[in-house]
């Protein structure tokens, strides 16, 4: 996707919590929070381990591959943005049971959506002076 043609978002205020999961698109990963005690990805970041309550949390970088868990196609212009109608999906991460990540479904035919079908992250580049954001949305895999 080529930065001339990308629609308006509201973009995420960046933290040390959340960065690695909104920048990891300039090396082309999708990167998690991951704690280094449990192996747990903290999606939601938060600042400790959800599982075993450490503090040692550091992105990580995964496949970069997903299934589509369920999706909706939204017709509504809630604010200028994305072309209408566009794919709100959520998808399963395969690296851990229960990761799973709100987002857009892209490069998809409506006709062609299944629940199940395979999925591999595409990033979009917003440019931004507080640091560029990568917004990791998903496609058909094949
Ligand atoms: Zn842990």
Known sequence: MSDTEVPFRILPQLTDLNRGFWTGGAAG???????????????????????????????EAVSGTATLHTYTVNHQPWMPGPELPYVIGIVE??????????????????????????????????????????????????
């Open 93 to 142: 991460i395969p690296e851990q049971d229960g990761l799973r990540l709100t987002t857009n479904i892209v490069n998809c035919p409506l006709d062609d959506l299944r629940i199940g079908m395979p999925m591999r992250v595409t990033f979009e580049h917003h440019p931004d002076p507080d640091g560029d954001v990568y917004i990791p949305l998903f496609e058909p895999a094949e």
């Open 29 to 59: 990963e999708l990167r998690f929070l991951r704690c280094q005690d449990c192996g747990y990805y903290n999606h939601p970041p938060t600042p400790i381990c959800p599982r075993c309550h450490s503090k040692r949390l550091e992105s």
